[in-house]
């Protein structure tokens, strides 16, 4: 099995202590209901976000595809707050292929583009609902 990794920076207006308690801490209630089209259903499977359940501050999501060349994608994300008030999220993305398959370019770029459309959706979300994760 092959492991592809992308690394992408994300700016955002939304302050990192909202986006990370939306898009990490209650990413598997929240993320469905938003874009149901996108992801299905989301395990944490690493760290509960509770004060030492891992000495990064993070956690770790995997995010299973249901493609015919992929194991699973997972994504690790870093958000750092800004000068503006907003932050800047540090995304990487690990593609994880079936025995035997070679992962393309292009099959990453559509990967980084559904990921990107998923967190934008959140942020939209926060930024909509002002109270929500405050």
Not at 12 to 41: E, G, T, W, Y
């Amino acid at each position: 099995m092959g492991v592809v990794t992308f690394t992408e920076d994300i700016a955002s207006p939304v302050p990192a202590p909202r986006l990370f308690k939306a898009l990490i801490l209650d990413a598997d209630n929240l993320i469905p209901k938003i874009v149901p089209q996108a992801i299905r259903s989301i395990e944490t499977i690493q760290g509960d976000g509770g004060p030492g359940s891992s000495p990064f501050k993070c956690l770790k999501h995997r995010i299973d595809a249901l493609m015919d060349k992929l194991e699973f994608i997972s994504y690790e994300m870093k958000l750092e707050s800004d000068a503006n008030g907003g932050c800047v999220g540090k995304n990487i993305s690990k593609y994880h292929a079936k025995p035997g398959v070679e992962i393309k370019e292009e099959e990453i770029k559509a990967g980084k583009e559904k990921a990107s459309a998923v967190f934008k959706a959140v942020e939209a979300y926060l930024l909509a609902n002002p109270n929500a994760y405050a």
